[in-house]
């Protein structure tokens, strides 16, 4: 007998599946031709605006923080150097997701029709 291991992943029966994934509460707005959510959330798109606008925000924070720190304003380096790296890794976390991005997008353009 093999113990029941809770790490053991167990396909779903495919008519399961394709129940749950009718349950979800996503319909296209034909006005908009995107995806939103019944319940007011927010589509691809916003979220995606959203977070060039946040990682804009941050890159524009650390320039002020190195400027103050250049000019005399501010002395703490530590909290110019926080500032900068915050900006970095939001910079790469946003690139590396463009590329997931432009890599599904010319996954799909290869489908064949």
Sequence with gaps: ???NNPMTIRPLPVREGQGRLQELPREIEPSKGRAVAEEGGRSFLETL???IQEVNR???EADRAIQDLVT???SDVAQTMIAVQKASLSFQLMTQVRNKIVQAYEEVMRMPV
């Design 49 to 51: 605006e959203a977070s």
């Design 58 to 60: 941050l890159q524009q």
């Design 72 to 74: 005399g304003e501010s």
């Design 1 to 3: 007998m093999v113990p």
